[in-house]
T-cell receptor, first 110, second 117 residues
Framework: KQEVTQIPAALSVPEGENLVLNCSFTDSAIYNLQWFRQDPGKGLTSLLLIQSSQREQTSGRLNASLDKSSGRSTLYIAASQPGDSATYLCAVSLGNQFYFGTGTSLTVIP | NAGVTQTPKFQVLKTGQSMTLQCAQDMNHEYMSWYRQDPGMGLRLIHYSVGAGITDQGEVPNGYNVSRSTTEDFPLRLLSAAPSQTSVYFC????????????????FGEGSRLTVL
């Protein structure tokens, strides 16, 4: 069974700081990896999708990388803002299922 | 563009009652799935479907039934509600075909918060 781990579970940073969130997975035969954002009481919003043949994807201040061979992905957030405060989850697609990490809760302090 | 729509958003049931959580998507996605999200447990897959007429069990299927009569709809039925089924339920869909129906981007509904007394 695919295991997905996100470290750290919680992170608090001052506004303006650059930060990195980590995601690791055990089975490298994935179709894709996706990063989501979840605000309290809300659904999951897709941030970035990286196909297995890709190394990275960028959207605005967000950059996600994928290293299939080592089973790792990182989400880089540049110049963090208080509005970035949320829980960030990664998910990998394998077989007919998506496997989720338990998320990193990010707080950006003004 | 509505995306993935879930109803109801909130529901309170008594133990033993049955109900159906509705999920509809207008993106012509073949892959649809139901998850429950509990504190400290993350998202756990209940059931999924790779196309109309095809469903399969996920990690935590007991106490739940699904059917997929159309591409658009994927209802989740609770047969006899138990307090352990108190959770937030999410429906999600993805583009893909056949065996690789989950190779595309996954889109989520807003969730249905269920409380079983």
């Amino acid at each position: 069974k695919q295991e997905v781990t996100q470290i750290p579970a919680a992170l608090s940073v001052p506004e303006g700081e650059n930060l990195v969130l980590n995601c690791s997975f055990t089975d490298s035969a994935i179709y894709n990896l996706q990063w989501f954002r979840q605000d309290p009481g809300k659904g999951l919003t897709s941030l970035l999708l990286i196909q297995s043949s890709q190394r990275e994807q960028t959207s605005g201040r967000l950059n996600a990388s994928l290293d299939k061979s080592s089973g790792r992905s990182t989400l880089y957030i540049a110049a963090s803002q208080p509005g970035d405060s949320a829980t960030y989850l990664c998910a990998v697609s394998l077989g007919n299922q998506f496997y989720f990490g338990t998320g990193t809760s990010l707080t950006v302090i003004p | 563009n509505a995306g993935v729509t879930q109803t109801p958003k909130f529901q309170v049931l008594k133990t033993g009652q049955s109900m159906t959580l509705q999920c509809a998507q207008d993106m012509n996605h073949e892959y649809m799935s139901w998850y429950r999200q509990d504190p400290g447990m993350g998202l756990r897959l209940i059931h999924y479907s790779v196309g109309a007429g095809i469903t399969d069990q996920g990690e935590v299927p007991n106490g739940y039934n699904v059917s997929r009569s159309t591409t658009e709809d994927f209802p989740l039925r609770l047969l006899s509600a138990a307090p352990s089924q108190t959770s937030v339920y999410f429906c999600a869909s993805s583009y893909g075909e056949g065996a690789t129906a989950n190779t595309g981007e996954l889109f989520f509904g807003e969730g249905s918060r269920l409380t079983v007394l």
